[in-house]
């Protein structure tokens, strides 16, 4: 790129969105071109080619991810970024099948944006071919900056079977996870098999992971083809590894270092070929540490690491993650689906939700048989939902902490309320805004109601860059 202006193309159908980010690179000094329509670029391409290409997915006419496909053809090397106000599971892996560089979900961060064109224009785009998944989407809801890196993963390793450890909090949908790497992997059509090592007797575990022989041990009455078996040619999820025995620990790391391994009984050495997602149930790290799980096995499996976010902390996902279970409740019980009311939703977004997506799925079922109506109340939720009152007006005593400081400050100190006050107020609802939206500065502007110039101007005058 040495003595020639870095050039970013830019093509998307909102003006709005053109000018922001022509604005921003010309600062970067960096060249654009922009386009309102994909067909317009098509144009223009067979002239001149930029460094870097960045389109929008919906868009009148071709689509972006249409475009995507066309230029993966034509331009193989042409590094695409791909931003969309429509983010989900199915449009990151689009984008990432596509040969797409990366995947931006709006709203997002400006100076995030600008380095990416500069880390897109450093690197060749080397997407390789990848086969389509044929399974079904796996059902993924969110909108959340945490969830959109979650996508984003799942995107990138589409063509991939590299071993996945995903790491999360009990019911925050690790095995959805582990489905769409599959369902979204070479290994498609070949089979997906799932194993919650924890729910098998430890004595049981070897037998059910490998197989076993007829009378290798007492009730061994026939030959058993383990999950390692059943898997070939797909994928292997085991769930809550944490707890396994040193000599079980010993044979899998075998299994994935060299795809191979005895039934329990058995003489002669077996050969698969299985991709191994794997989920603890403990930190794997303290567990090694500690000597109670081995060191070259957690390297294995620790090849690509996913965490899957609380719930806590993508309050935004809440409403579509009720509708869609309301939905599935409904559906299940042949009843019409129930909604909520403002006040509901609230008390809802506010509670803690300790059992993650898991405990969403069975509070949808639950207020569908329980609420009277069809519309959801907050007297309709119970107290271990967040509906206790009590602890909604525990929320509100920040106010009467608040006039007590107030009293203590007019006493000792001359100085107005309000230059005391503000600054901290301020320090604390930026740091949470932060803390929810993962540092994202753009979301957390747009929580505290605020642009991002502000809440950036207000972080370096508090001090909390």
Do not use: C
Not at 73 to 81: C, G, T, V, Y
Not at 261 to 266: A, H, K, N, P, Q
């Amino acid at each position: 790129m040495t003595g020639k202006k870095l050039q970013a193309w830019i093509v998307d159908d909102d003006q709005s969105v053109r000018w922001v980010l022509e604005q921003a690179l010309a600062q970067a000094d960096i060249g654009t071109r922009s386009f309102e329509r994909a067909e317009h670029l098509l144009s223009a391409i067979s002239d001149a080619e930029p460094d870097v290409l960045i389109t929008d997915v919906r868009m009148p006419g071709m689509s972006g991810i249409a475009l995507l496909e066309r230029l993966h053809e034509s331009k193989p090397d042409l590094p695409i970024i791909v931003i969309t106000a429509h983010s989900d599971l199915e449009n990151a892996v689009a984008a990432y099948k596509g040969g797409a560089f990366e995947y931006l979900p709006k709203p997002f961060d400006i100076d995030e944006a600008v380095e990416l064109v500069r880390r897109a224009a450093r690197k060749t785009n080397g997407a390789s071919e990848t086969t389509a998944a044929n399974g079904a989407l796996t059902s993924m809801i969110g909108q959340a900056p945490a969830m959109q890196e979650v996508f984003r993963s799942i995107g990138r390793l589409s063509g991939s079977s590299m071993t996945v450890l995903i790491t999360g909090e009990s019911g925050t949908g690790k095995e959805l996870v582990a489905q769409a790497l599959h369902e979204h992997s070479p290994r498609a059509d070949k089979p997906f098999i799932a194993l919650n090592t924890s729910a098998i007797a430890a004595e049981l575990l070897e037998s059910e992971l490998f197989g076993h022989e007829k009378g290798a041990f007492t009730g061994a009455e026939a030959r058993r083809i383990g999950r390692f078996e059943q898997a070939d040619g797909g994928t292997l999820f085991l769930d809550e590894i944490g707890d396994m025995s040193p000599a079980l620990q010993t044979r899998l790391l075998r299994v994935l270092a060299e795809s191979e391994f005895y039934r329990v009984g058995g003489q002669g050495s077996i050969r698969v070929d299985v991709r191994v997602i794997a989920a603890p149930n403990q930190d794997l790290a303290r567990a090694v540490a500690e000597g109670r799980f081995r060191e070259d096995l957690y390297h294995r499996l620790n090849v690509i690491r996913i965490n899957t976010p609380p719930l806590r902390h993508r309050r935004e996902d809440i409403p579509l993650l009720l509708s869609h279970y309301f939905a599935e409740a409904a559906n299940e019980l042949k009843t019409p689906a129930k909604t909520i009311d403002s006040e509901a939703m609230q008390a809802l977004k506010a509670y803690e939700w300790p059992g993650n997506v898991r405990q969403i799925v069975n509070a949808a079922r639950r207020l569908t048989v329980t609420a009277p109506g069809t519309v959801i109340t907050v007297d309709d939720i119970p107290p271990d939902l967040g509906g206790d009152r009590d602890a909604q007006e525990a929320a509100q005593d920040w106010t009467r902490s608040l006039a007590a400081w107030a009293e203590t400050q007019l006493s000792s100190e001359d100085k107005p309320l309000l230059d005391s006050a503000v600054p901290e107020f301020e320090k604390t609802l930026i740091r949470i805004a932060m803390s929810r939206t993962n540092g994202h500065r753009q979301e957390a502007a747009k929580l505290l109601g605020w642009g991002r110039n502000t809440l950036a101007r207000k972080m370096k005058a508090l001090h909390l860059d």
